[in-house]
């Protein structure tokens, strides 16, 4: 089983930045990957995903703030946050699609 460790949270201001990491124990060569976040209350929630070869996706809360992209040498997928809203704000979660595993999560607070 492949194990996913995310990183990089922690709070930040509004209009800041963060960029988080996954990290995943094998290969994530053949795997489309995935961002989620989870907001206090709310269902989680699609933020961003990498196929290999193909164009990624973003939910419309997030495009043209956020940017993922993935390092297959390092096994590892990284969210780019930039411009951070205080709605931003939930744990996020790394996915790998094909067999459904699941980071622990990270959690982001933009906060002035």
């Known amino acids: 089983q492949v194990q996913l460790v995310e990183s990089g949270g922690g709070l930040v201001q509004p209009g800041g930045s963060l960029r988080l990491s996954c990290a995943a124990s094998?290969?994530?060569?053949?795997?489309?990957m995935g961002w989620y976040r989870q907001a206090p209350g709310k269902q989680r929630e699609l933020v961003a995903d990498?196929?290999?070869?193909?164009?990624?996706y973003y939910a419309d809360s997030v495009k043209g703030r956020f940017t993922i992209s993935r390092d297959n040498a390092k096994n590892t997928v990284y969210p780019q946050m930039n411009s951070l809203k205080p709605e931003d704000t939930a744990v996020y979660y790394c996915?790998?699609?094909?067999?459904?595993?699941w980071g622990q999560g990270t959690q982001v607070t933009v906060s002035s």
């Open positions: 996915r790998m699609y094909g067999n459904n595993y």
């Open positions: 094998g290969s994530i060569f053949r795997y489309a």
């Open positions: 990498i196929i290999i070869g193909g164009t990624p």
